[in-house]
Each structure stands twice: as C-alpha cells, then as structure tokens.
C-alpha cells in the first residue's frame, strides 16, 4: 500500500520480545469492558453501518486515492451535521449534569463539554 506508514519492527535484539506484558494487557481489557459497560451503546445497526463504511472508505482510498477524499468529504458533511443537531438538543434540554453525560459518552467531564460546544460551533 503507498503511502500507508507503517510502525517500524522492533530491533531482534532489543530484549523486548522476553518482556511480560500480559498482567498490563489484562488490566487494560478489564479497564476498557468497564468504560465499554457505562457508556451508551451505539445500535446494532448503526455499528454495522460504520464497520461497512471503514471497509468501504479504506477500500476506496486504496483502489481510488483520487476519489476517496470526495466520500470522505461526503461523510464529514453528514457527521457535522448530525453532531450539530445532537449537541443542540442536548443544549435544549439544558443538560447540566456533564458527570452523566461523560460517563454515557465513557469521556471525561470537560471532554464531553468541549465535544457538545465542537459540535455547536461547527458550521
């Protein structure tokens, strides 16, 4: 794939390969399943839809790298748009318990403030 980075490989002798990380990846899944269960699920299809598009795009700026900024301009479009009209019904219904809606978010307090005002400000 052109222009694909990709991360370089590890040196063979670096010693990483003996290093244990297994206790850390654990706590790490448990730490994600644990934000994952507080946070509002996306719908089924609507994870299905952007699983769909991923392959698609990527597919696409791969075989067509000329065509592929033109859908992803597309998609922006609609996910500002819909990122707007969400962030001003939250505006509207004078969502002030930010703490509630962070941990549905799984962000942060100021985070999901900022994302709602992000949204507001988009044009």
Same mark, same amino acid.
């Given at each position: ?68 900024? %033109? ?41 999901? %403030? ?10």
């Amino acid at each position: 794939m052109a222009g694909v980075r990709r991360r370089p490989e590890p040196a063979a002798d670096d010693g990483l390969d003996e290093l244990d990380v297994s206790r850390q990846r654990r706590d790490w899944s448990a730490h994600i399943r644990a934000v994952e269960r507080r946070t509002v699920p996306l719908p089924d299809d609507v994870t299905q839809l952007l699983g769909v598009s991923e392959d698609k795009l990527l597919g696409l700026a791969e075989d067509a790298p000329a065509t592929a900024p %033109r859908a992803v301009a597309a998609l922006d479009r609609l996910t500002r748009r819909a990122g707007r009209e969400a962030a001003g019904l939250i505006e509207e219904d004078g969502v002030q318990r930010w703490d509630d809606l962070s941990r549905a978010l799984g962000l942060g307090a100021g985070r999901a %403030r900022s994302l709602v005002t992000r949204y507001l400000l988009l044009r």
